[in-house]
């Protein structure tokens, strides 16, 4: 069984930083893509920025140069570094592994960027 554990939302003022992490359950960590995904109300859920196995990241255009992915294997973890925040980055923020054709997904952080 697999599970996904984030923390570090919150309210946060427009050029504003977080940081988000998600905790991973089981020995397959390693050995998986890690992505995170945000979902803003009335809207669909968008890939923000994912990261393979040896550590190469990919991001949404909307967020280059501004968030950073990183992973520990060694701890089970993915963070998501967000500077530079903007109004239009508020949205629920979920972890995301994938395996073997199956999503799972954490509980979702909420990420709420306003002055």
């Known amino acids: 069984q697999v599970q996904l554990v984030e923390s570090g939302g919150g309210l946060v003022q427009p050029g504003g930083s977080l940081r988000l992490s998600c905790a991973a359950s089981?020995?397959?960590?390693?050995?998986?893509?890690m992505a995170w995904y945000r979902q803003a109300p009335g809207k669909q859920r968008e890939l923000v920025a994912s990261?393979?196995?040896?550590?190469?990241?990919k991001y949404v255009d909307s967020v280059k140069g501004r968030f950073t992915i990183s992973r520990d294997n060694a701890k089970n973890t993915v963070h998501l570094q967000m500077n530079g925040l903007k109004p239009e980055d508020t949205a629920v923020y979920y972890c995301?592994?994938?395996?073997?054709?199956?999503?799972?997904w954490g509980q979702g952080t909420q990420v709420t960027v306003s002055s």
């Open positions: 995301n592994i994938n395996i073997l054709g199956a999503d799972y």
């Open positions: 089981g020995s397959i960590f390693s050995l998986r893509a």
């Open positions: 990261i393979t196995a040896s550590g190469s990241p």
